[in-house]
């Protein structure tokens, strides 16, 4: 049999999630954080790598990093942890679990879009809400949306991705009230924002909050977690492949975690740079940049004789490399996404987009 003849249709018809190749450029496209370890830090970690048994499997449940978590990243003690190859991987096993023939996933629109790409892999629906113009949650429209859908869950990304704002926590209550189904709050972004529902994940019976360490500065581990109450958790966990999460990283994530103050500082460093970032491109002609909670800033460009793709294609001739969201949703024309990376490299950046836009 061809693949035409034996793959789905609709996983034929779909298109690969495109990450560029990055060597040489000056990599702002995938929030990622820009610093590494002091170098004593390095030599410690070294140390204890060394020791590892790589021959063996890694520990099944993982809990020298749960342990872990539960002692320096303030995950509630009574709360269940389950831990993922990166967040994504979570986002898929909550989605497996709920793929009931009629289920349908829910999320604004634009955030994520690892949400209805795995709906789609796993052949669940997906409903989008809409956002207002300025990327708070069009709550009617979504209240409404509950009703008529019945969601089996919704994720919503705290601060969101790719608009980088917090929603209201007015607006996530009436959610998480007004849901019947699991109501996912994804802090990917925790670390450069000014709230969390990890302390507070049991008041609700169907909250769930997920992070990874990805963007707080460990995006080559791949880990993330999942917190809930004890009775979802157990059910979630059915599906994680055994060994899901590698000796190495479980090591690495421990050991990170013991010193999670080096990597928050670094995060703060991260938020100082992010509002001189927005300073400049304020002040850039032709663009409108837009306030993040988030290691990334959202900014659309206007100029009279370039488009937006224009803009990215000569940044990247320049060796610079952000995202191009032009395209990819309505409220997304003309926009692009750049993640803050070191002072030196968002003057650079800034010196790019300004000889370009001149
Ligand atoms: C980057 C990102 C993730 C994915 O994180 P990994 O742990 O690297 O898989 C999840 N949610 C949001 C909103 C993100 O921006």
């Known amino acids: ?18 990450v560029p190749d990055a060597s040489g450029y ?14 004593h830090l390095v030599g410690e970690w070294q140390h204890g790598l060394a020791e590892l048994a790589l021959n063996l499997y890694p520990d099944a449940s993982g809990k020298m990093v749960t342990d872990a978590l539960y002692q320096h990243a303030k995950v509630p003690t009574d709360a269940a942890i389950m831990l993922g190859n990166g967040s994504d991987e979570l986002i898929q096993l909550i989605i497996q679990a ?8 829910m999320a604004p ?3 994520f879009v690892m949400y209805q790409m795995i709906a789609t892999f796993n052949q669940v629906g997906f409903v989008g809400t809409p956002l207002n ?21 919704i994720f919503l990304a705290y601060p969101n991705n790719p608009t980088g ?3 209201s926590t007015a607006d996530i209550e009436a959610i998480i009230q007004a849901a019947d189904g699991l109501v996912i709050i994804d802090e990917a972004y925790y670390a450069f924002a000014s709230d969390s529902y990890l302390p507070r994940v049991l008041q609700h019976p169907n909250l769930l909050v997920m992070r990874t360490l990805s963007k707080v500065g460990l995006a080559g581990i791949r880990l993330g977690f999942l917190v809930g109450d004890t009775a979802w958790i157990h059910e979630l966990d059915k599906l ?7 000796v190495m990283t479980q090591y690495t994530a421990q050991f990170a975690l013991q010193h999670i103050a080096v990597l928050e500082s670094q995060a703060e460093q991260l938020k100082i740079a992010r509002g001189m970032l927005l300073d400049e491109l304020t002040n850039t002609p032709h663009c409108t940049a837009y306030p993040s909670d988030a290691n990334f800033i959202l900014f659309a460009t206007q100029h009279p004789s370039l488009t937006t793709r224009d803009v990215h294609e000569q940044l990247k001739e320049r060796q610079i490399l952000i995202k191009c969201l032009d395209g990819s949703h309505p409220a997304l024309n003309n926009m692009l996404r750049v993640t803050v ?7 650079q950046f800034i010196d790019a987009l300004r000889a370009i836009l001149q």
């Not at 708070?136 to 969601?151: D, V």
Request: proline share 10%; glycine share 2%; with cysteine.
């Open 1 to 18: 049999m061809t693949p035409a003849q034996l793959i789905r249709d609709d996983i034929r018809a779909l298109q690969a999630y495109h």
């Open 26 to 39: 000056i990599k702002l496209d995938a929030m990622e954080n820009p610093y590494r370890w002091p170098e």
């Open 98 to 105: 709920v793929a009931k023939p009629d289920a349908c996933i």
């Open 109 to 111: 629109e634009p955030s």
């Open 133 to 153: 113009d300025d990327f708070s949650l069009n709550l009617a429209a979504t209240l409404e949306a509950i009703e008529a859908t019945q969601p089996a869950a």
């Open 165 to 167: 704002n917090q929603f």
């Open 240 to 246: 994680r492949l055994p060994y899901n999460i590698n």
């Open 341 to 347: 990376g070191t002072p030196e490299q968002n003057q």
